[in-house]
């Protein structure tokens, strides 16, 4: 009988934030590619667009001038999944055909006034400034009384369904915990009771002894591909230190935060030498105005290039009947970004 290789047999991992188990199989990532190919965008964008909507002193689609914001700028989503306008509705009975309104609040926030810039091009100081943007939106949007989660994301590329190129993420913020958050809520919550300690700190500790996984760190945070990634090149952010929202963060901590971000960026473009796309988000306490120990603060990951800056992993078949796959181990990934150059292609070429 062989002795299990977690680089050459299949096997399923547990991923303990949402309680749900992902099926590794890491020798078919050795089978030869006759998919689809697709030509690299070698589209140089300019610094200053006067047809795009999001650019300084540009007007947006509903009429809104932009001011000649000089770094972050935030606004109102003018094409908002929520809106803010609370509604009557009549109780549903039946349980197979629930529903309830949902109010809430969209935001975009542009990272730059720049066009053609997209952070790991970004001066660290620079995306300090998006970082305090994300605070004090956490703060005014959470403040609200009908505001129980604020979701900060990004999409980055029109692959990952990204509608301008101008780098912006965007900001969500509703009434209740949304369903992954609500999930990972729950087993945090169940791990703190039994063990009074963070699940994310007892994992981290766990990680910075074993190095297999981590791409990268400093003082203040770490990057890892998690034990149970689901994307070939998932990472996350962890902070060293348990605390569970964006406004914990101390001026060191954000500074080191912002290294951080656009360390593992700067990485994912250096992969396959392109705009690398990715949908990333900040996972923190709800601002449910209950406290939340359990919380640790980690920001998320998902990129869906698999072999080239063409070739993407699909969510297809098995992964919506059955339960999502991967065909390259978390541990050869880790290694891959964590040999890759900490300097952006683009200057050493």
């Not at 087993?187 to 981590?214: F, G, M, V």
């Not at 569970?244 to 290294?259: D, N, P, R």
């Not at 990934?333 to 150059?341: E, G, K």
Request: with cysteine.
């Amino acid at each position: 009988m062989q002795t299990f290789n977690t680089n050459e047999h299949p096997h399923r991992r547990y991923n303990p934030l949402i309680d749900e188990w992902v099926l590794v199989s890491p020798h078919r990532s050795k089978r030869p590619w006759q998919g689809q190919k697709e030509k690299v965008n070698t589209e140089q964008l300019p610094p200053y667009d006067p047809t795009c909507y999001l650019c300084p002193g540009n007007a947006r689609s509903n009429g809104t001038k932009n001011p000649n914001y000089t770094d972050s700028f935030v606004f109102e989503n003018d094409f908002a999944a929520l809106l803010e306008e609370e509604v009557a509705s009549e109780a549903t009975t039946h349980p197979l055909f629930q529903l309830k309104p949902e109010r809430g609040i969209n935001k975009v926030v542009c990272f730059s006034p720049r066009h053609d810039l997209t952070i790991p091009e970004m001066e660290v100081s620079a995306i300090e400034k998006v970082i305090q943007t994300w605070k004090e939106q956490y703060i005014e949007l959470g403040s609200k009384d009908f505001i129980n989660h604020v979701q900060i994301f990004e999409n980055k590329g029109a692959v990952m369904g990204c509608s301008n190129p101008h780098p912006h993420g965007q900001i969500w913020a509703q009434s209740s915990l949304p369903t992954q958050v609500e999930k990972t809520q729950k087993n945090l919550e169940k791990y703190y009771e039994a063990n009074k300690r963070s699940l994310l700190q007892d994992y981290l500790d766990a990680e910075l002894i074993n190095k297999e996984r981590l791409v990268l760190e400093n003082d203040h945070f770490a990057v890892l591909v998690p034990f149970w990634a689901t994307w070939p090149y998932e990472t996350m952010i962890i902070s060293k230190r348990h605390f569970g929202t964006i406004i914990a963060m101390t001026k060191e901590e954000s500074t080191a935060f912002a290294e951080i971000l656009k360390g593992i960026t700067v990485k994912y473009d250096n992969l396959f030498e392109t705009s690398f796309p990715y949908s990333s988000g900040i996972h923190q306490a709800p601002t449910d105005r209950v406290a939340h120990p359990e919380w640790h603060f980690h920001m998320h990951f998902y990129p869906p290039l698999l072999r080239s800056a063409t070739v993407k992993k699909f969510m297809v078949g098995y992964e919506m009947m059955g339960e999502v796959q991967r065909d390259i181990s978390p541990e050869k990934s880790a290694a891959i970004l964590r040999d890759l150059p900490n300097l952006h292609y683009k200057l050493t070429n």
